[in-house]
């Protein structure tokens, strides 16, 4: 979280992070407020690094940067959890079958 001040609409704030889709900025009601609306997270458009910045509204504020999941990222998630899942069931399935053949 970041406290800023701008005297002037216009301003932004460059943070020393790599752009990646997913981050997200708000502005907040207060220190430990609730957002009150999304800023736009732009790559910087000078220079070669690629820095993440957030354009500020004029006033005294606070700013929250968050790493956030993306729809890509989710249904990455839930494709990996389900082959996890289908992997661990083949290997009790088997595991009983083998049980089964030494019991007889």
């Given at each position: ?23 997200k ?8 407020g ?32 968050r ?10 998630r ?27």
């Amino acid at each position: 979280m970041w406290s800023i001040w701008s005297p002037l609409e216009g301003r932004r704030i460059v943070y020393n992070q790599f752009y990646y889709p997913g981050w997200k900025a708000y502005l907040l009601d207060g220190r430990h407020g609730a957002p009150v609306r999304e800023l736009p997270v732009i790559p910087e458009e000078e220079g070669t690094l690629g820095r993440m910045t957030v354009p500020v509204p004029a006033g005294e504020g606070f700013v929250l940067l968050r790493f956030e999941d993306t729809p890509p990222r989710t249904v990455g998630r839930a494709l990996s959890l389900a082959t996890v899942g289908a992997l661990l069931a083949a290997v009790a399935g088997e595991w009983m079958a083998r049980r089964e053949r030494i019991d007889e």
